[in-house]
C-alpha cells in the first residue's frame, strides 16, 4: 500500500466533517500517510485498559484521541476562518504551497 500525499499537515487547525465528532474543530497532532488517517486534539477520544508499566505504575483506564480518516476533516482557513478546500499552488521560486480556495490565500507561511 502506497503512502498518499494528505491535504493537511500536523498542527493544522482542521473542522471534522462527518461521523461522532461533526462540527467540532481541533489542531492535527498525528498524521499517519499510509493508512490515510490523521488524530484531532480531544476529538474521538476512546477508552483502553492499561496493564501496569515501568511508566504507569498503577495502570487502569486511560482516555486517548484515536485516529480518524483524513477524508471526514478539512482544513480550517487562517485568513477567512471557514473550512475549506485547498489547492497546490508553485511559487516563482519554485516552491509548492497549499491555498485555499474560498478566498485564495496562502495557507502555509
Same mark, same amino acid.
Given at each position: 500500500?502506497?503512502?498518499?500525499?494528505? %491535504?493537511? /499537515?500536523?498542527?493544522?487547525?482542521?473542522?471534522?466533517?462527518?461521523? /461522532? +465528532? @461533526? &462540527?467540532?474543530?481541533? /489542531?492535527?497532532?498525528?498524521?499517519?500517510? &499510509?493508512?490515510?488517517?490523521? $488524530?484531532? +486534539?480531544?476529538?474521538? #477520544?476512546? /477508552?483502553? %485498559?492499561?496493564?501496569?508499566?515501568?511508566?504507569?505504575?498503577? &495502570?487502569?483506564?486511560?482516555? @486517548?484521541?484515536?485516529?480518524?480518516?483524513?477524508?471526514? =476533516?478539512?482544513?480550517?482557513? *487562517?485568513? !477567512?476562518? @471557514? *473550512?475549506?478546500? $485547498? &489547492?497546490?499552488?508553485?511559487? +516563482?521560486?519554485?516552491? #509548492? =504551497?497549499?491555498? !485555499? @480556495?474560498?478566498?485564495? +490565500?496562502? =495557507?502555509?507561511?
Amino acid at each position: 500500500m502506497a503512502t498518499q500525499q494528505l %491535504h493537511v /499537515k500536523k498542527d493544522d487547525m482542521v473542522m471534522v466533517m462527518a461521523g /461522532k +465528532e @461533526k &462540527g467540532k474543530s481541533g /489542531k492535527v497532532l498525528n498524521v499517519f500517510p &499510509g493508512k490515510g488517517r490523521v $488524530t484531532v +486534539e480531544d476529538l474521538n #477520544k476512546v /477508552k483502553r %485498559h492499561q496493564r501496569p508499566t515501568r511508566f504507569n505504575p498503577e &495502570g487502569g483506564i486511560v482516555e @486517548k484521541e484515536a485516529a480518524i480518516d483524513a477524508s471526514n =476533516v478539512m482544513l480550517v482557513c *487562517p485568513a !477567512c476562518g @471557514k *473550512p475549506a478546500r $485547498t &489547492g497546490m499552488r508553485v511559487l +516563482e521560486d519554485g516552491g #509548492k =504551497v497549499r491555498f !485555499c @480556495k474560498k478566498c485564495n +490565500e496562502i =495557507v502555509d507561511k
